[in-house]
Nanobody, 124 residues
Framework: QVQLVESGGGAVQAGGSLRLSCAAS????????MGWFRQAPGKEREFVAS????????DYADSVKGRFTISRDNPKNTMYLQMNSLKPEDTAVYYC?????????????????WGQGTQATVSS
């Protein structure tokens, strides 16, 4: 079992930055691939970024590539999402997720564990 808790959301103006954190408890964090997803009001949950168990492989949605950076610190059981050059369309609840595999994935059903989410709001 893995428990995930997101933090770091907030309200910023367009062009600003936020850094999200995902703290994991439970066993074997370093063996799980992790991902970030987001869901805006009235929309489906969408893939943002994913990272392999070691951090050596990352994957990004086209909409965030070049602006967001996913990383992890395995000794601290924590994953991060650095979000720069934020746009109003990045406004959403951001969720972290863990999958029972070492490799990144893009589909929500491929992830077994989910956090409760943290709100990020970007104003124009």
């Amino acid at each position: 079992q893995v428990q995930l808790v997101e933090s770091g959301g907030g309200a910023v103006q367009a062009g600003g930055s936020l850094r999200l954190s995902c703290a994991a408890s439970g066993r074997s964090f370093s063996s799980y691939a992790m991902g970030w997803f987001r869901q805006a009001p009235g929309k489906e949950r969408e893939f943002v970024a994913s990272i392999s168990f070691s951090g050596g492989i990352t994957d990004y949605a086209d909409s965030v590539k070049g602006r967001f950076t996913i990383s992890r610190d395995n000794p601290k059981n924590t994953m991060y999402l650095q979000m720069n050059s934020l746009k109003p369309e990045d406004t959403a609840v951001y969720y972290c997720a863990a999958r029972l595999s070492s490799w990144p994935a893009r589909r929500p059903y491929e992830y077994a564990y989910w956090g409760q989410g943290t709100q990020a709001t970007v104003s124009s």
